[in-house]
């Protein structure tokens, strides 16, 4: 018997759809040069980065992954000797799946500006980070609450309020 075009159509979608969650990514996009859409593959391509920090419980952890400012400059973004003037009003819209968003203004992220090792991180102790948290997830470990460590981020957009 062959297939109807409507088993097909089905077979497409599905297959797709487990392809997608597969390899699921995170995107870079607004006032940059150049969008990115990077999978955990894709990342590991930048030097890692790991920090030492403690939870909402107090419970300490290694996570790795890459310094935010070290993607984010990637894309082109306004950082380093190009973060001043009117560029200093700019900030990231981290989106995450389950609609929680934060920001941090590009300063707040920017290693000439302040200590905190903001990372985007995909492993926690040595092992991906877990459904749920991950595949990617910001860690600001000089934070004195986890507020912002935003989980299974998909998104981070660098935005220049218009007035
Ligand atoms: N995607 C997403 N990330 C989130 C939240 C959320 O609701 N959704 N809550 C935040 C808050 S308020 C806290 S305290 C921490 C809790 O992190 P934990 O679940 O690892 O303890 O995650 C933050 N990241
Ligand atoms: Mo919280």
Known sequence: MKPSVFAIALFLVFSSNAFAQRDPSVTIDGEVTKSLKLSVADLKKFPPTEVKTKDRDGKEHVYKGTLLS???????????KDLR???????????????????????EIDPGFTSNTILLATQVDGKPLPKGEGPFRIIAPLENRPTRWAREVTSITVIAPKD
């Open 70 to 80: 070290v993607v984010l400059d990637s894309a082109g973004v306004t950082l380093g």
């Open 85 to 107: 003037g009117e560029n200093l009003v700019k900030y990231v819209r981290v989106k995450a799946a389950d609609g929680y968003k934060v920001v941090y203004s590009l300063a």
